[in-house]
């Protein structure tokens, strides 16, 4: 990196925070086109920015001794600007701040001032994609601070898109409702039974597919519920990586999930969706609100 042209942001969280997080890239991307963009990711969220336009450096980060290499690279660097919209402390944030020394670090502080610039104040809204869009206000970019379209940004690779294509096309002609059953959170996912009454309770048409989907783990879960509804036009799709589960939401005309990373992605392909949530308060202040 040369001096005077970086910009790291840093999302080391879940799949989830990495797709809110996205919109942020592109908007930095226009205020400042000539810095290059560095995400430091996680090794669960990584593979995201990886395929984002406007990312030009994607780093790993890992909690052992196999990070040292991308570390000593970070902290080599001159960065102009550290973002971090992790809006609570964080020890690892801390962490890496006092250890990397950007010119300017961005984040949240509290009892702990971590960051040389607080965000604090400048949070455009209570969702996290309106926290994690808080350095635009900082920077005071009006054209971006009221942009309407602040949906996820995913990119499918070509290869994945044509698999999931190929997979649905056997129901061509009909409606699919996708059904998510994994939420990878034992408080956020349905039981079986649920499902079925879930099911049953959407009187269905005859021109309507149900298609299952689910991580390997819940494989019995979801055997009960396609053998407990064998009067409906039921059937499993298995995807074999994110974005294929990512492709196949986009191909499906309604979804229906718990609450997790499925809800980011109908976000960013506008695709009508019936989320389930756990039944905890901040569930219902912060849920995805439209981003049409």
Not at 67 to 82: E, G, V
Not at 126 to 150: C, G, Q, R, Y
Not at 198 to 226: A, F, M, P, S, Y
């Amino acid at each position: 990196m040369n001096k005077n042209n970086s910009i790291v942001v840093v999302q080391i969280g879940k799949i989830g925070d990495m797709i809110l997080t996205t919109p942020l890239f592109s908007r930095i991307k226009n205020i400042f086109p000539e810095y290059e963009l560095t995400v430091l990711a996680s090794e669960k969220n990584y593979f995201i920015p990886e395929l984002h336009s406007s990312v030009d450096k994607v780093i790993k980060f890992k909690k052992d001794f196999s990070a040292l290499k991308s570390f000593i690279s970070l902290k080599s660097s001159h960065i102009d600007y550290w973002i971090d919209t992790k809006n609570m402390y964080s020890s690892t944030s801390n962490m890496l701040v006092k250890n990397i020394k950007p010119e300017r670090s961005l984040g949240f502080n509290y009892d702990v001032r971590v960051f040389s610039e607080t965000l604090n104040n400048y949070t455009l809204g209570s969702h996290a994609i309106d926290i994690n869009l808080s350095p635009l206000n900082f920077f005071n970019n009006s054209n971006e601070i009221f942009s309407k379209n602040i949906k996820p940004e995913l990119t499918i690779p070509d290869t994945v898109r044509k698999t999931a294509e190929e997979k649905l096309s056997k129901f061509k002609g009909l409606k699919n409702i996708l059904i998510n059953f994994s939420a990878g959170s034992e408080i956020r996912q349905l039981s079986a039974d649920m499902w079925i009454e879930v099911i049953g309770e959407l009187k269905l048409d005859r021109d309507c597919n149900v298609l299952i989907t689910g991580l390997v783990n819940d494989q019995n879960e979801i055997d009960i519920i396609i053998n407990r509804c064998e009067t409906y036009n039921i059937h499993q799709i298995r995807t074999e990586s994110f974005f294929e589960f990512a492709a196949v939401i986009k191909l499906c005309d309604l979804v229906i999930t718990p609450d997790t990373s499925a809800v980011h992605v109908c976000s960013a392909f506008n695709k009508p969706i019936v989320a389930i949530y756990s039944n905890v308060k901040w569930n219902y202040e912060n849920s995805d609100r439209c981003l049409i």
